[in-house]
């Protein structure tokens, strides 16, 4: 559990704001704020010094009446059941926002990847696999990469299960290497869809691109791509950052490729040319258009949201904002893209990836983003619909649409 309260907590709260304005069936409110099924399992394995050690892991199952369960496997040392449920339920939400037919499920084992051998990574995933198989499959949840996992490791697991069953199951799990089913477009689909939704609303708001300027908290997979389809999209980006500090440029936008060459080089963002070095929290203070969190959870607190001083926030990490945050930038008007939202072109492609698989088809990746595109804006186009009828913030409009979708597939089945 974070300092800032149950990550579940806070996405029941969520829930409940929506639901002020929906007043759906008490029962069917029970059935969304409860995981349908939560698995624990203890990991059992050999590292390379012969020793025995185990490990902590869990499989969420938040919701499957809109379709299979769908959600990533993280490996971080932090992870706890309290988030694993916080991210399952984010992923049904999430799902339904865009409309793909898939539930929400998340997983997770206790674990810092950066301690072990590419052997030991591989023994765990596949001592993972030899737990969870009984409960995922293409028609049933589908796994992918989140923080601390990758191609690499989906590769490991797609041979394990496929080994366990006793054939080959490429639509079991999403983000692997493209030679083995992956899509073309994975990689950059949470932040070139992030960057699409972001130019939709600057559209709405008159917010000309080259002159509104962008601060993007991480430069990882979704910072990165978000930073590098907003400047290909004419946008300014003057501060971007990682663990170890950020960097700030006053008069000369930055260019997100040289910048990560920069730091592929030296290890960090800070001391890129004509940039001044100013820590994460400042980053998010900055006296910018647009304030990107894409990096970690419960960023932006009570403590720094009457200080910050964008106009836009867009939501690519998953949590970034605690729900008393929340409260503060909405009084203050400032415009959130909600990560469920704002975050949803990574699960749209990983849908289009599974698609291909089960029917066996590679698309190209032009086809890949002009679909992705399409959903993204038709996405942004009902949040901000239904966020005009109910006169409420983009959060809530988002788990407004949402949960009507899912309650709507929860009585269908039930009647
Ligand atoms: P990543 O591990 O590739 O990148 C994380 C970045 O954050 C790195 O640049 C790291 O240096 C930086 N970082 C770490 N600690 C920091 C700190 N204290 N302050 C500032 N920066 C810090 O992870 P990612 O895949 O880019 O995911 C980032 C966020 O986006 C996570 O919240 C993840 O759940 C969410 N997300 C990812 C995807 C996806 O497709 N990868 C999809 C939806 C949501």
Redesign the pocket.
């Known amino acids: 559990m974070s300092k800032v309260g149950s990550a579940f907590q806070n996405a029941l709260k969520q829930l409940d704001l929506a639901n002020n304005y929906l007043k759906i069936d008490q029962a069917i409110l029970k059935i969304i704020r409860k995981p349908q099924k939560t698995l624990k399992f203890l990991l059992k394995f050999k590292m390379d010094n012969g020793k025995i050690r185990i490990f902590r892991s869990y499989r969420v199952q938040h919701d499957n009446s809109r379709g299979p369960y769908k959600g990533g496997l993280r490996f971080h040392p932090n992870v706890s059941l309290d988030e694993v449920k916080a991210l399952a339920f984010w992923m049904s939400f999430k799902c339904a926002v865009v409309d793909i037919p898939f539930g929400g499920a998340k997983g997770g084992i206790i674990v810092n990847p950066k301690k072990l051998s590419l052997a030991e990574l591989e023994g765990l995933t596949r001592a993972y696999v030899g737990k969870i198989y009984p409960y995922i499959g293409p028609k049933k949840d589908i796994p992918a990469p ?2 601390g996992t990758n191609p690499q490791i989906m590769k490991w697991f797609l041979d394990e299960y496929s080994r366990i069953r006793g054939k080959l199951s490429p639509a079991s799990i999403t983000g692997k290497p493209i030679e083995i089913g992956g899509s073309e477009g994975r990689e950059i ?2 932040g070139f869809g992030g960057a699409i939704v972001l130019k939709e609303l600057t559209k709405k708001l008159k917010l000309i691109p080259d002159k509104t300027t962008i601060a993007i ?7 990165y791509h978000a930073a590098s389809s907003l400047d290909k999209m004419g946008f300014k980006i003057v501060a971007l ?3 170890k500090g950020a960097i700030f440029s006053q008069d000369k936008k930055l260019n997100p490729e040289e910048v990560l060459k920069y730091k592929k080089q030296t290890g960090s963002v800070l001391g890129f040319a004509q940039t001044k070095k100013i820590s ?1 929290q400042d980053l998010l203070e900055l006296p910018v258009d647009v304030l990107v969190p ?4 419960n960023q932006i607190t009570k403590e720094n949201a009457p200080k910050i001083k964008a106009k836009v926030i867009l939501e ?3 949590g970034p904002t605690t729900p008393e945050a929340d409260q503060i930038l909405a009084q203050r008007k400032i415009e959130v893209i909600p990560d469920i939202l704002a ?1 949803a072109g ?1 699960v749209t492609v990983s849908y289009f990836e599974w698609l291909q698989n089960l029917k066996n088809e590679h698309w190209t990746l032009n086809r890949v983003l002009e679909k992705l595109k399409e959903k993204m804006t038709k996405a942004f186009e009902e949040v901000d619909c239904f966020a005009q009828e109910y006169q409420v913030n983009y959060r809530t409009a988002a788990y407004i649409l949402a949960t009507k979708r899912i309650a709507e597939a929860i009585k269908i089945r039930g009647e």
Do not use: F, I, P, R
Request: hydrophobic residues 40%; proline residues 0%.
């Open positions: 989140d923080v689909a949470t908290q991480g430069l990882g997979n979704v910072g950052s990682d663990s994460n894409a990096a970690l959870e690519l990490a998953n975050n990574g």
